[in-house]
């Protein structure tokens, strides 16, 4: 099995070591509170003498800053940095020429599970940058999850992570908004669940509400027919919800925003297109 440095002991960083140790891997943990190494240290772990001490540097931050204020001016000679923390493509880029002008190499990625899911069973991460410093590496992070490789653009990998929390969060508050909605009517959300759980799965099916798929063939396409379900009529409707959330005594900030986008589309000239057409004015603000 591979040595693996641990650096940043959160929630997440704490079951990364937690795993590379229950998969058999001798792991070194650093944290800038030193005291958050105790447990795993108990476990078996041993306490890196700083955060640049190990060939493998598995980073779990809150931003890409910390990981600057954690290794310092320290050399990285011939060490490979795997940084999962969050910040932006630009940052990620940026990040990779600090790492290599150091003398190491960085690969960035994205864990699309929370800290109880990590190295259970569905879990994967977005990897990017050189795939054949990631593949020398490959054993050892598979502990973690699957490895989604998706190029040499350091950015990318964040890119992935942040399309998809995009979806999740706008999804979820959807659904917040629609909870509160029927909430004062007196419907609790276990009884709006099921058609809930309907919507999401149908979105992403292959029937008629399966706008993810045909969404995606209209964007390839960059056609989006709108004879029977134009943007006009959508925006209409949209309106009608924003009004009734009002009435309701309830937040429109997020709905308003998303009428707001779908007026001036229609405004530009493709009320007549189906909703795909959106997406060029989310192209061109």
Do not use: C
Request: charged share 20%; aromatic share 8%; proline share 5%.
């Amino acid at each position: 099995m591979s040595e693996v440095t641990v650096v940043g002991l959160g929630p997440m960083g704490a079951k990364m070591a937690a795993t590379f140790l229950a998969a058999g891997h001798e792991v070194k943990v650093w944290n800038r509170t030193a005291s958050k190494a105790d447990p795993l240290v108990a476990q078996g772990a041993a306490r890196a003498g700083s955060a640049a001490d190990g060939v493998l540097l598995v980073v779990s931050q809150i931003g890409y800053q910390a990981m600057y204020d954690s290794l310092g001016d320290a050399r990285l000679d011939g060490k490979v940095v795997v940084n999962l923390s969050s910040g932006t493509p630009k940052e990620l880029r940026e990040a990779a020429g600090w790492v290599a002008r150091r003398g190491g190499t960085l690969i960035t990625g994205g864990i699309m599970v929370p800290p109880p899911g990590i190295g259970e069973p569905g879990a994967y991460t977005f990897y990017s940058g050189p795939k054949d410093v990631l593949d020398r590496h490959r054993a050892t992070l598979e502990a973690l999850g699957e490895i989604t490789y998706v190029g040499t653009d350091e950015g990318l990998a964040m890119m992935y992570y942040q399309s998809q929390l995009l979806m999740f969060w706008s999804s979820l508050t959807a659904h917040m908004h629609a909870v509160a909605l029927l909430g004062t009517a007196g419907v609790s959300p276990r009884e709006f669940l099921p058609f809930a759980q309907e919507t999401f799965t149908s979105l992403g099916g292959d029937g008629t509400l399966g706008f993810v798929k045909s969404s995606t063939e209209d964007y390839e396409a960059g056609v989006y027919p709108g004879e029977l379900n134009s943007l006009h009529m959508q925006a209409v409707g949209l309106g009608h919800v924003v009004e009734a959330l009002e009435d309701a005594g309830l937040d429109s900030t997020v709905p308003k925003a998303l009428l707001r986008l779908f007026e001036r589309a229609d405004a530009e000239g493709r009320g007549g297109e189906g909703l795909g057409t959106v997406i060029e004015s989310v192209r061109k603000p």
